[in-house]
């Protein structure tokens, strides 16, 4: 692998010093390595023999990088983590002209019509939250609940019953191991993936896998023979390549899989997020109360209120989930920026930086979401859902879901932390997302009447 002479300045410490410090304490590193080196720097994190990562946190390079140069990019290995979980069938795992025609086939589903069908169901299963007067609520748990319960129902479109109960069970094994620190190192580490039997750590996770899979199978089969639902299941069911062919059930299993693995804990951690901030400041949760009490109660409105999307899209800006979109691996030499890299260094457009720069933030540190409604941002210098050809396909129904969820909520309970919040230090790791550190848990001191947003629109 040639590489280039002259690299953007960065890190002396050992490679593997540097990614022991990016695992311990990303934000840190990152913004120590800002202060120093300033809007691109190279590191080698990833193990001994890193190749080098360079970091981007200025908007015209990240433009850059999600436009004119995205035909020199790669995510090669980057995903190959994810593969025992997804299958080689995702969307995740492609490049190229199949990665265009997959998306094209998903993103019907999750856009438009397909989500405003869905805003009623969301509603609903949000109400099925049944917490008395004076319960403790493990608010991360309990948004992990509601955003499974909506992936079952809303992308996999399972109605209850004995199969929905199963898969549901299993499924809550399945992510809850898949974040536990020691399980997930065997995803990083192909070694370690040996069927030792079912007592063994891999041999395990086939095992629920494979109880996962036939389940899922068994669900396609019978969709197969029945008339189209609104969910995305159905939509996929229903789609045809550029050949007019239907997607195998392989293909239809690993989307459905990518799709659980990337929208369940990302949309469950913004919505702790958003908790955490509104009860770190009450004069915000006060003004979002207000908001919400003086608006018509339909999902489609409450999608639209000013005040709930700036409070969404600042959550997501101060601690963007994704503290990095996916790292891209040159596969053709291209300039940038005055460097020049070649074949097989990383570019990564740093969100966590982004969102943190001075003349698009001004006072970065403090939670404001009055400034979504004072300036606008390029989608350059805001990216919490990434950028480009690669760009999240979930951000419409993300959003869309969390500003019902949240409405929902706010409109039936007045909750107070349950101790004291302390300042925030650093946010913690959870799987594949950052999270407010300790378990946020928040105390309901009041029942309130605020109309459901089940309840059709006047007029
Ligand atoms: C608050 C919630 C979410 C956040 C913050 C988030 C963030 C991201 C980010 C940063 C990326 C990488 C983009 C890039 O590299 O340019 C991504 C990719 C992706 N996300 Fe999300 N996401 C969220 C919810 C969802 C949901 C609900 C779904 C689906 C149901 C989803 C499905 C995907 C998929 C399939 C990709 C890969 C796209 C591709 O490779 O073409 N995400 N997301």
Not at 175 to 187: A, D, G, I, K, T
Not at 295 to 301: H, K, N, V
Not at 359 to 366: F, N
Request: aromatic content about 8%; hydrophobic content about 40%.
């Amino acid at each position: 692998m040639k590489l280039p002479a002259k690299l953007p300045a960065g890190s002396s410490l050992l490679p593997l010093a540097q990614t022991l410090q990016i695992i311990a304490n990303p934000t840190g590193f990152l913004e120590d390595c800002a202060k120093r080196y300033g809007d691109r720097f190279t590191l080698r994190v990833l193990g001994a023999n890193s190749p080098p990562v360079v970091f981007f946190s200025h908007p015209d390079d990240i433009q850059a990088i999600f436009t004119t140069l995205a035909d020199r990019l790669e995510l090669g290995k980057v995903t190959h983590p994810f593969r025992p979980l997804t299958g080689d069938q995702s969307l995740i795992m492609q490049d190229g002209a199949r990665h265009q025609q997959q998306r094209q086939l998903l993103m019907p589903a999750l856009h438009g019509e397909s989500l405003q069908n869905c805003g009623e169901l969301i509603c609903q299963i949000t109400q099925q939250t049944d917490w008395p007067l004076g319960a403790v609520i493990p608010v991360q748990a309990q948004m992990l609940e509601i955003s499974l319960e909506l992936i079952l129902r809303v992308v996999f479109g399972l109605q209850p019953g004995q199969r929905y109960l199963q898969l549901k069970a299993l499924l809550h094994r399945l992510l809850e191991r898949v974040n536990s620190p020691l399980y997930s190192v065997q995803f990083f580490l192909p070694p370690l993936q040996r069927d030792w039997g079912s007592h063994s750590p891999w041999g395990s996770f086939l095992r629920l896998r494979q109880q996962i899979d036939a389940l899922l199978y068994a669900e396609i089969r019978e969709r197969r023979a029945q008339p189209p639902g609104q969910d995305i299941l159905s939509m996929l069911l229903a789609a045809r390549d550029l050949e007019g062919q239907p997607l195998s059930d392989v293909e239809l299993r690993d989307q459905l899989m990518t799709l659980l693995l990337l929208g369940h804990e990302t949309t469950a951690s913004g919505l702790t997020w958003v908790f955490y901030w509104l009860h770190q400041q009450p004069d915000v949760l006060a003004r979002l109360q207000a908001e919400l009490d003086r608006a018509d109660s339909s999902p489609a409105a409450l999608a639209q209120l000013p005040y709930l999307s700036a409070v969404c899209k600042e959550a997501l800006r101060i601690y963007p989930i994704a503290l990095i979109a996916q790292p891209r691996c040159v596969k053709q030499a291209l300039r940038l920026a005055g460097y020049e890299f070649e074949p097989g260094a990383v570019l990564v457009p740093c969100i966590y930086l982004a969102h943190r720069r001075a003349e698009a933030y001004p006072d970065a540190e403090r939670f404001r979401p009055e400034r979504f409604l004072e300036a606008k941002l390029s989608p350059y210098e805001y990216l919490p859902f990434g950028g480009g050809s690669r760009s999240c396909i979930g951000m419409a129904l993300a959003l869309f879901e969390m500003k019902l969820i949240l409405a929902t909520l706010l409109k039936r309970y007045e909750l107070r932390p349950a101790q004291p919040l302390r300042p925030l230090k650093r946010p913690a790791r959870r799987g594949i997302t950052f999270v407010p550190p300790g378990d946020l848990q928040l105390q309901v001191v009041g029942l309130r009447s605020g109309a459901s947003c089940l309840a059709k629109p006047a007029g």
